[in-house]
């Protein structure tokens, strides 16, 4: 017999997941060797983009009993949509997962604990930047304040789990936010999404993302009333605050020319260049076609040949880790690893599986830290072979979680993990 809850699962899958692109699949599984959650749950179908697209169109026509298997299926998918380049249907998984889980999260009972998380996480920290900063100074005032060392002295972080713990303890200083001289005008004027995390807790990296630029002869125009990108909340089941979001960021890029809007952080810019998808409207598309990443932008604007000038001196060995979606979504892996080989000094080393997910994906690292763990301890086996002196990554996510598998490996000693930006910004500075 049909339950209350798997009738209302049923039509939610109908209202909310869209058929026509359910049926692109052709289960011809060329996704399979390039999922992650696939390989390391030991090619368990339920866990790899084909099964699941296989359980979406079950739910929808009523074919499977909604249960937690069904729901921790769609849970532990890192939704780094590696699957999409390798699948030769065009099959939109990133769409199908984000209109999935916005279906789970309507028809399903919510706790009031839930509720209230989701409250302050979505419609406070990631929807309002002033809430986002006073966070985070906070977490600033907990670093110079001493309490930090206290905590960690008298263990009390030991009471926490093991994600939450780790991440603490790669935590980056927080440093102050500068305040910006007027720009005189140049021929070629930047917009710069600064973002929510990037501008606050990587301050640091985003001020010297506004330098390189300059030095490279742009304007760097920040507009004002931008928010969070939305991707956390569409990932998370959350998609009107999704689009609420992307059309508040639309309306803050759209009353002024720029040549491009550039952003520096890969999760946030495959979000917001899939703005034009997401809202439908001409505003968003052009937002969307104006976009481009860090890495892509300085390359065009000459920067590896600027760095390939500089003196020479014995750095060491450095490699790369793929964002996920600016490799999988955007297509940009090509630019970063041109500006690594350009940096004088360094010997640029590609790592295996260097496109493979580190396991961070957003907070899947705090919600499935199993998984992500069993992820990370893979990845830092590829690092291992190649040892180098830096790990540059493009992504505040893959950052913090590369920091923690090079603490839990014990290799701080020998190796940091750095954001593209900075470690270019401190070749030249």
């Not at 986002?132 to 100074?137: A, F, P, S």
């Not at 604007?301 to 390939?308: C, D, H, N």
Request: proline letters at 4%; one cysteine or more.
């Amino acid at each position: 017999m049909v339950n209350v809850l798997e009738q209302r699962m049923q039509q939610s899958f109908v209202d909310h997941v869209d058929e026509n692109l359910l049926m692109d699949c052709m289960r011809c599984g060329f996704c399979l060797p390039a999922c992650p959650t696939y390989l390391i749950t030991g090619q368990d179908e339920v866990h790899s983009p084909r099964g699941r697209i296989a359980l979406m169109k079950a739910v929808r026509d009523g074919e499977v009993k909604w249960d937690g298997s069904v729901e921790e299926a769609f849970d532990v998918c890192l939704g780094c949509r590696a699957c999409e380049p390798a699948c030769p249907a065009g099959v939109q998984y990133g769409t199908l997962l984000e209109e999935t889980r916005y279906a789970i999260q309507e028809a399903k009972p919510t706790s009031l604990k839930e509720k209230l998380i989701r409250k302050v996480a979505f419609d406070g920290l990631f929807a309002n930047q002033q809430i986002m900063q006073g966070t985070v100074k906070l977490i600033q005032f907990y670093q110079a304040s001493g309490i930090q060392k206290v905590t960690r002295k008298v263990g009390f972080m030991e009471l926490f789990p093991d994600s939450l713990r780790d991440m603490e303890t790669v935590l980056p200083k927080i440093v102050s936010k500068k305040t910006r001289q007027p720009q005189e005008k140049k021929q070629l004027r930047v917009a710069f999404f600064t973002g929510c995390l990037m501008e606050t807790m990587f301050q640091q990296t985003n001020q010297r993302t506004i330098e390189l630029l300059e030095y490279l002869g742009a304007e760097v125009i920040i507009p004002g009333g931008q928010a969070c990108c939305g991707a956390l909340h569409g990932h998370s089941g959350e998609l009107p605050k999704a689009k609420r979001n992307a059309v508040q960021n639309v309306n803050a890029f759209h009353h002024e020319d720029f040549d491009f809007i550039v952003q520096n952080a890969g999760g946030c810019g495959a979000f917001l260049s899939e703005y034009g998808k997401l809202l439908g409207s001409v505003e968003a598309q052009r937002f969307s076609e104006q976009l481009t990443d860090i890495s892509s932008l300085l390359v065009k604007l000459g920067l590896t040949e600027k760095i390939a000038q500089l003196p020479k001196k014995t750095e060491g060995v450095v490699t790369y880790q793929d964002s996920c979606h600016l490799r999988n979504v955007n297509k940009v892996w090509v630019e970063p690893r041109a500006l690594l080989q350009a940096t004088p000094g360094w010997e640029f080393k590609e790592m295996p599986n260097a496109a493979g997910c580190c396991g961070s994906a957003g907070i899947y690292n705090l919600l499935q830290p199993v998984v992500a763990g069993q992820i990370l301890e893979q990845k830092m086996k590829g690092v291992k072979a190649v040892t180098p002196a830096r790990v540059v990554t493009s992504n505040p996510g893959c950052l913090l979680q590369m920091k923690v598998g090079i603490e839990r490996e014990g290799l701080g000693a020998s190796m940091q993990a750095v954001h593209i930006v900075d470690f270019i910004y401190e070749t030249i500075f």
